[in-house]
């Protein structure tokens, strides 16, 4: 029988182990006893089914991340179901590694939903900050166009995009907000919310709010232990698998 615990990230890994952020999982730590028990063909196939064994439990790391977000989040994103990667184990370094994806100039958005804290601004905010005050936030009001996920659709944001530069460069001229378009933001002093309207027959309707402080969140996910426990029921299964095949086909 393989156990699974966990251990520290000081010192050498061991044989077969599941690498994650900060912490490692070590799931081979009685492989000397089994190797001890096995046939000179086994122990020499041993290396080899450990190696495939460790990438098969960090695979069910991997997938275990998407189910707990799936229960965890309404209506998650493809992208984010599938924000983690496996850097897979050898023979010769039988350690595997769950890991984010990475976001390129900035912090991975899942890890404040994993610790908690104020929303960074997205890529679409940082783009609307050359055209409007600095650091604020848009958050999608009623009459938004929204996809099935939640977010807004790239129609939408164009058009957000396309009112905030008409209101920016409407302003320099006027001092007022811009109106000459169907969708329009507000600018500082607007008897309206901040925010960016749609004009339809004489009515108004908010399409999107701004706002100066972030939305904060609690934490909400524990994808640590999502790929520990997967991890842990899948290898004890796996190097036995594992290991019967390689000897089975061993020339």
Same mark, same amino acid.
């Given at each position: 029988? &393989?156990?699974?615990? =966990?251990?520290?990230? +000081? ?15 070590? !799931? ?30 960090? #695979? ?16 998650? #994103? ?7 990667? &496996? ?5 010769? @370094?039988?350690?595997?590694?769950? +890991?984010?994806?990475?976001?390129? $100039?900035?912090? *991975? @958005? ?11 601004? #997205?890529?679409?905010?940082?783009? /609307?900050?050359?055209?409007?005050? $600095? ?6 009001? %009623? *009459?938004?166009?929204?996809? =099935? ?9 164009? +058009?957000?995009?396309?009112?905030? =530069?008409? %209101? ?28 960016? @309207?749609?004009?339809? %027959? ?20 524990? /994808? ?14 796996? !190097? ?8 089975? #086909?061993?020339?």
């Amino acid at each position: 029988m &393989v156990t699974v615990n =966990r251990i520290a990230p +000081e010192g050498n890994y061991p044989s077969g182990a599941l690498h994650l952020g900060a912490a490692m999982i070590r !799931i081979s730590h009685n492989i000397d006893q089994l190797e001890r028990e096995l046939s000179d063909l086994g122990r020499k196939q041993l290396p080899f089914a450990l190696a495939l064994a460790t990438n098969d439990a960090a #695979t069910a790391g991997q997938q275990a991340t998407g189910a707990h977000m799936q229960r965890r989040f309404a209506s998650p #994103t493809r992208f984010t179901l599938n924000a983690f990667r &496996v850097d897979r184990a050898t023979k010769r @370094y039988p350690v595997a590694t769950v +890991e984010r994806k990475t976001i390129a $100039g900035r912090r *991975h @958005y899942l890890e404040t939903q994993e610790s908690g804290g104020a929303r960074a601004l #997205t890529g679409f905010e940082r783009l /609307l900050g050359r055209a409007m005050p $600095g650091g604020l936030h848009l958050v999608p009001a %009623s *009459h938004a166009k929204l996809n =099935r996920f939640g977010n807004m659709t790239p129609g939408q944001r164009r +058009e957000i995009l396309a009112a905030v =530069r008409g %209101s920016k460069s409407a302003g320099r001229a006027t001092g007022k907000t811009s109106r000459n378009r169907g969708v329009f933001a507000t600018k500082p002093g607007s008897r309206l919310s901040p925010g960016v @309207y749609r004009r339809r %027959s004489r009515q108004l309707y908010k399409v999107a709010h701004f706002i100066k402080r972030p939305a904060r969140y609690r934490p909400g996910i524990d /994808l640590d232990r999502a790929v520990f426990s997967a991890a842990q029921a899948a290898f004890p299964d796996a !190097i036995a698998a594992r290991l019967s095949a390689a000897i089975r #086909t061993a020339r």
